[in-house]
């Protein structure tokens, strides 16, 4: 028969099993989430370019931060699909990146676009120094956060130009010919102002088009021209430097919420700090693609400096012009101008 104090110390034994049950217990989602490996698909439409070296950076980047807790898969040129299926997947959240042109999520939420107005920015480094405008960026990043999206960074990539099939040399060289557009208002109104037709289309079909005649030219960028090969269908470059084109990446809020705090800290940080340290990279980069086009045999074509005035003229009110009856996108366009402003 066991005495008072050992049936005393029994129970004190299995309370004290019974409480390390239970600790074990709570700590063992907390281990699990310290074991676990979140799997990070990045997609772009593009490769071998700004958009694809974020990716790279961002990937090696978060890997070794979350100590391999995170492993980052990168999809360039379209590999998961046309863009518009894309930002579906980050939405849904079987994607969990998208970097790209905000005119593309403008059927998100029409601010996406303010920051292609014509005619908002002169430079390259206005351009960034807005894009890290911490008002710029609380506007730019909260757009799509009730349709899935959160933005966790920005990349430039630099002032627009056009391919051509025919060498155009000034502004009247443009009257009535088909230029391949965005889906953005802010393009398709700059076209028309420059007396030309704008189509809009995805980048995929753009240089099939071109090689059938289906269009005249293209409004995009050189690394677009020269990473994709342009110079088998045209050799004319017109540098009209508007607008200006910059990146976003967007996150899958539900991936991103999923993911323990610490983690959540480690993807934001690093997605800032790349944003950071790839401008002089894009600088450098974006440089180089006009000698890489001359090379190739291509011309770079500026118009006379009275008709850039003169194209400057008409297409620098397009923003205010075309948001004046939309408040909210009105807002958005005055703000980013503000900024340019304040930060010339």
């Not at 017109?238 to 323990?260: D, F, H, T």
């Amino acid at each position: 028969m066991k005495t008072t104090a050992g049936i005393l110390r029994s129970r004190i034994g299995l309370v004290t099993a019974g409480a390390l049950a239970a600790l074990c217990a709570s700590l063992a989602p907390a281990a699990q989430a310290q074991d676990k490996v979140f799997v990070m698909k990045m997609s772009t439409a593009t490769i071998n370019d700004t958009q694809h070296e974020w990716l790279k950076r961002f990937a090696a980047a978060v890997e070794k931060d979350s100590g391999g807790r995170i492993k980052a898969e990168i999809y360039p040129a379209s590999q998961l699909g046309p863009i518009a299926r894309q930002i579906e997947g980050v939405q849904f959240g079987s994607v969990q990146v998208y970097i790209g042109p905000p005119e593309f999520l403008s059927g998100i939420d029409v601010r996406y676009e303010a920051l292609s107005a014509p005619g908002l920015f002169t430079n390259t480094d206005q351009a960034v120094r807005v894009i890290n405008d911490p008002d710029v960026q609380k506007l730019m990043f909260g757009l799509g956060e009730n349709k899935g999206l959160v933005g966790i960074g920005f990349a430039p990539i630099g002032p627009s130009s056009m391919v051509t099939k025919t060498d155009a040399r000034h502004l009247a060289d443009l009257k009535g010919k088909k230029i391949r557009v965005l889906a953005s208002p802010f393009q398709l109104e700059m076209i028309r102002r420059m007396d030309a037709s704008p189509i809009a289309m995805t980048l995929g079909d753009v240089l099939p088009a071109l090689q059938q005649g289906a269009i005249d030219g293209a409004l995009g960028a050189i690394v677009v021209w020269t990473t994709f090969q342009y110079q088998d269908a045209t050799k004319f470059v017109i540098l009209n430097e508007q607008p200006y084109l910059n990146s976003i990446i967007v996150m899958s809020r539900k991936w991103l919420a999923s993911l323990p705090s610490d983690l959540q800290k480690v993807v934001r940080d690093d997605a800032a700090q790349v944003s950071k340290d790839i401008v002089p990279f894009v600088k450098e980069w974006v440089a180089n693609q006009y000698d890489i086009w001359k090379s190739r045999g291509g011309q770079v074509i500026r118009f006379p400096a009275d008709e850039q005035a003169a194209m400057m003229a008409k297409i620098s009110t397009i923003g205010e012009d075309l948001s004046k009856d939309k408040p909210e996108l009105n807002a958005a366009v005055k703000l980013v101008f503000d900024s340019a402003r304040r930060n010339k």
